[in-house]
């Protein structure tokens, strides 16, 4: 009888646990079928425009509330969901950051994301970048811009003025990082350049990215750096470029005095992201056997090497890549081709072979007249017109300006400038002709 009466007690709390567990999955899957669907991630009050909206319209301004169980004062792009205290969202943030993972499967896969980040005087520079990229890109293209406050009116002027065919969106965001360091952050190496490390935490909607510096110009179509995606192995979680094709004259193994990649280090300038897998990934690093994930990994990385970094967040994503070489891609230097391919004779065999597929004019070689072929390039595209003969407004008037800057060592090799330019346009008219 007692074995029996045991029996029933052991039956009966098996009962009442089994109960209590469906009842919490039942609260759980109607507090979900509830939920009212919102864009994680966004900015409080972004701006948006498309190539679709008429030279000069405004672009409409939509208001994306946060969640109402959170407290709308504290999730804003200077506090967002991930340096929130746990009691802002309580338990269901861990549901909420389970869901955002999943919605970037649902993205539309033939649009391209680019995303700048412009302060101070880099309006004009940036909207060339753009422009450069809507003249030969063939998908859509949709632009992430980061920009001061100050510019985002200008912005919208110079973006609506470039809709041509419907070929781009575009969403204009705020400056913002963490709460914890963000003077630092904002004065890293530039003005606010130190934000692309922010992005996927920022653009948690956005499977991938390609980011650039303002100081880029797209000489063929986007397409073609986007299609490196598809390359990726299973580890790699970004791509970028050497920072040297030379170690005689590379800077990070002269002087650096952190850890680097590779041999001479990467260039940031252009970096193509899988940003659903930067999100997902534990780093190996040096500051404790714990691996980290992106957002816990940044903040002890700017502490420990603040002192010792001269180029910014681009020596932090080298520190990243030299503990993590498995996860980086690295594409050849034509598509990050900056002065130092050129100022000391040629070094980058591929251009030289293919010519330059991605134009970087750093050092402000676009506006003074010591790479006068950098700057060519730049004015041509800047001052060419939308509808006009690529041809005779682009190309050939480029070349007329190339062949002035021979006395120069970059000059002397002006046929790498055009080389792509060439087979760019022949696409475009290719395209044209069958009516694609």
Known sequence: GRMRRVGRVVLLCLGCGLGSLLYAFSQLARSLEQEAPRRPGGPPFPVRGGGRAVAGSAGRRDRLLPSERCKNVSVSYWNPY?????????????????????????????????????????????????????????????????????????????????????????????????????????????????????????????????????????????????????K????????????HEEPRIGWYNRFARHPYYGKTGINSGVMLMNMTRIRRKYFKNDMTTARLRWEEILTPLLKKYKLNITWGDQDLLNIMFFHNPESLFVFPCQWNYRPDHCIYGSNCHQAEREGIFILHGNRGVYHDDKQPAFRAVYEAIKYYSFGDDLVHSLLLPLELELQKTQHTYCGRIYKVFIKQLIESIRDIYDRRSKGR
């Open 82 to 230: 991930w340096m929130l205290p746990s009691d802002v969202c309580g338990m269901n943030c861990f549901w909420e950051a389970a869901r955002r993972y999943d919605s970037v499967n649902t993205l539309d896969s033939a649009k391209m994301h680019l995303a700048v980040v412009a302060c101070g005087e880099r309006l004009e520079e940036t909207a060339t970048m753009l422009k450069s990229a809507i003249i030969f890109s063939i998908k859509h293209l949709q632009f992430h811009i980061f920009a001061e406050d100050s510019l985002h009116r200008e912005f919208q002027a110079v973006l609506d003025g470039l809709a041509y065919q419907g070929k781009f969106n575009y969403t204009l965001y705020p400056i913002s990082f963490p709460t914890e360091n963000a003077a630092e952050w904002k004065k890293l190496f530039k003005p606010c350049a130190s934000q692309r490390l922010f992005l996927p935490l920022i653009l948690r909607d956005v499977d991938s990215l390609l980011y650039v510096d303002t100081d880029i110009l797209f000489l063929r179509p986007v397409d073609d750096i986007w299609s490196f995606l598809k």
């Open 232 to 243: 990726f192995n299973s580890s790699q979680i970004a791509a970028m470029a050497p920072e």
